[in-house]
């Protein structure tokens, strides 16, 4: 056992021996001397960590802003379920016309992010609230419910999810048992989803001489996030991007940890710095992200989608000759899915002054002295297709491309041409 062992160890034996949390200094102060010795083993260096980074464009333009909203309204979803627990979002996406469309998998489920046992209590909570709405609900595992596939739970939903503007729900049940209900597919109107304000009641433990048992818990975790650097050393994960991410979690951990039981020196103080300045570079983040998404009111996100999707299918149409097939809006990417136009020009007649025969590799109809513009599935379309997107959105991924045949005209013979292809944008600009 290593010394940074040895440490935590005896922390571990305070927390069972419901120390008081005034007596923890010492043993925390030595740990912090023990995980500095190891940061020097493995050579840590904290400028090799990537630091969160966003970049905004200021175009007062269709597209700004977009993601940005998307995120506000996905997060007053997340604020909802929160609430009420029933469930969680699968999908999320503002489709082709600005309506936004989501699919919520039902299950009363704990919260798994921690391991506090509060959690329990709220748990309790919870299940005693949709009981008394008069839900039904179906043991599935210790830690969570399904809902029963009845007439009262559905028409519950519907009305419970009407209160914040949801219509036209579809329900689905599970494939192999038609007892509880799946999941639920539902259209929302955005403003009245953006009107629901409701906190999510909750128990907390006081803060006491001794540590509570969400404090205990949460000492826990932080304990052995700080061991994740013996576990990744001895491991295959050993090289020197994970281990300089480990130290990075072990140090952030460590200055948590002071910061929860108040301990400072020189030392542990250098350690809550980097710790508060991480946390404040998120929370920078995220104020940017609302300050963006701000700047476009409800009335107007919708309107600005179908603009979106249409300026979208022009581009394709002129660049590509294929045209926007689905559209979805998502929280951090804007996914196109795309169908390709099929058309036949003589050599005098092809548009753009002969773009697409210079631009692609076209199937040609040697029969008729016309080509038929149909994209070949070779490379230099292949390529040709992520150049065009990445000029035009940048930060731009083909997540997608399928082929197709097409029988020629007055022969027997089919040639292979690229009919669908999708991508996703993850930053809306100008």
């Not at 209900?181 to 001489?209: G, H, R, T, W």
Request: glycine share 2%; charged share 30%; net charge negative.
């Amino acid at each position: 056992m290593n010394e940074l062992n040895k440490k935590i160890n005896i922390i571990v034996n305070l927390m069972n021996a419901n120390t008081p949390r005034k007596n923890y200094a010492p043993a925390i102060i030595d740990l912090g001397k023990s995980l500095e010795e190891r940061l020097a083993e493995i050579h840590y260096d904290p400028t090799s960590i990537r630091r969160p980074s966003i970049h905004f464009h200021s175009a007062p333009d269709n597209s700004s802003g977009m993601l940005e909203k998307m995120k506000e309204i996905q997060n007053k979803l997340f604020e909802f379920l929160e609430v009420y627990n029933i469930g969680f979002i699968r999908d999320f996406y503002v489709s082709n016309y600005g309506v936004l469309y989501c699919k919520i998998i039902l299950q009363f489920k704990k919260n798994f992010t921690t391991n506090k046992p509060s959690n329990d209590y709220n748990y309790q909570l919870q299940e005693d609230r949709l009981v008394r709405y008069g839900f039904e609900l179906i043991e599935e595992h210790k830690s969570s419910k399904l809902f029963a596939c009845t007439e009262n739970n559905i028409s519950l939903f519907k009305k419970l999810l009407a209160s914040i503007g949801g219509d036209g729900l579809e329900f689905c049940t599970e494939h192999d048992e038609q007892d509880s209900l799946e999941a639920v597919k539902v259209y929302f109107n955005i403003e009245k989803l953006m009107e629901f304000k409701e906190d999510c009641q909750k128990i907390s433990f006081p803060k006491e001489e001794v540590l509570n048992p969400d404090e205990i818990s949460e000492l826990y975790d932080r304990l052995k996030d700080i061991n994740k650097i013996t576990m990744y050393e001895y491991s295959e994960l050993n090289t020197s991007e994970i281990m300089n991410l480990a130290g990075n979690i072990a140090q952030m951990a460590f200055a948590g940890i002071c910061e929860q039981l108040n301990i400072h020196t020189p030392e542990t103080d250098k350690m809550i710095t980097e710790w508060k300045k991480s946390r404040q570079e998120q929370e920078s983040i995220r104020n940017k992200e609302l300050e963006k998404a701000s700047e476009i009111s409800i009335e107007d996100f919708s309107q600005r989608a179908y603009s979106l999707k249409k300026d979208i299918d022009k581009f394709l149409q002129e660049k590509l000759n294929a045209h926007v097939k689905d559209f979805e809006l998502a929280p951090y990417a804007l996914t196109v899915n795309c169908s390709t136009l099929i058309g036949d020009w003589t050599l005098d007649e092809l548009p753009e002054d002969q773009y697409f025969k210079d631009s692609f590799d076209m199937v040609s109809d040697a029969n008729r002295d016309e080509y038929t513009f149909m994209m070949q599935p070779t490379p230099k379309n292949f390529e040709a297709i992520r150049q065009i997107l990445k000029e035009k959105f940048g930060d731009v991924e083909v997540v997608d491309i399928k082929v197709s045949t097409k029988k020629r005209d007055y022969v027997n013979v089919y040639d292979l041409f690229i009919n669908e292809f999708s991508f996703k944008i993850y930053t809306l600009t100008n």
